[in-house]
């Protein structure tokens, strides 16, 4: 499995509160927001639901994914991520087809 996508998975179950070992207790769903940087449909979204199903989860049954995607259009990335944040998610996932260098 990616790592990418097992740390994203994994963070969305830490911070949600909600994994698998907890019960729901209201009818709200945890959230991840996932930012793709390509056009739909992108082999990103299946390998990402793959990989959160070994943690039990099922998006639209006990988890809702919000998928942004960019088309290519870094400059979209931004306004984007800006409206996940405003949607609330739990969590917000990243895909980039760059190879990021760290800064530090």
Do not use: C
């Not at 509160?17 to 207790?25: D, I, L, M």
């Not at 870094?74 to 998610?89: E, G, I, K, P, W």
């Amino acid at each position: 499995m990616n790592r990418r996508i097992f740390v994203g998975a994994l963070a969305a179950a830490v911070f949600s509160g909600h994994g698998p070992a907890f019960p729901q207790k209201t009818e709200k769903l945890p959230r991840i927001g996932v930012l793709v940087s390509a056009t739909p449909p992108h082999p990103f979204a299946d390998a990402f639901r793959r990989g959160l199903q070994p943690l039990g989860y099922v998006e639209g049954e006990n988890i809702a994914i919000e998928w942004r995607y960019t088309e290519g259009k870094s400059d979209r990335a931004a306004t984007f991520a800006r409206a996940l944040v405003q949607l609330n998610v739990n969590v917000i996932v990243a895909h980039s087809r760059q190879r990021l260098e760290p800064r530090w």
